[in-house]
């Protein structure tokens, strides 16, 4: 069997675990919500041993660093050693600012309301 050279970015994202399916890994690359090496991703982007990608996921933002090249799911073990994870860890949830919370019956947020809740999520 040849050694692989290249493989297309989403069916590394889903056989290295990040996304559930290929479909996933897909879609997500059509959103925008994967970088490679800085630079948006299509999904039939090539990787390479030593890429940067970062994905945007539901769990947060995940930086991986390329491996070894996978076109086929693996185990979770070799998964693992198929990239380098520089996710940086989860802040606690303790640490994290409870924006956009009211006290249920409240009604909408008034116009100053909303400036103050944007203000504190620094948009």
């Keep these: 069997m040849a050694e692989l050279t290249s493989a297309r ?7 290295v675990r990040v996304f559930k ?14 970088r490679l090496n800085g630079d948006r991703a299509k999904a039939a982007a090539l990787v ?12 947060g933002d995940r930086t991986v660093i390329v491996q070894r090249l996978l076109v086929k799911r693996v185990g979770a073990p070799v998964a693992q050693e198929a990239m380098i994870d520089r996710t ?21 947020p008034t116009k100053r ?7 504190l999520r620094g948009h």
């Design 88 to 108: 940086p860890p989860p802040v606690p949830r303790e640490e994290r600012a409870s924006v956009g919370e009211r006290d249920r019956g409240a009604g909408r």
């Design 21 to 34: 399916t290929r479909s996933a890994a897909t879609t997500a690359c059509r959103a925008g919500h994967v």
């Design 9 to 15: 970015i989403d069916a590394w994202l889903w056989a």
């Design 113 to 119: 309301d909303r400036r103050e809740i944007e203000r």
């Design 48 to 59: 390479r041993p030593g890429d940067e990608i970062r994905v945007r996921t539901g769990e």
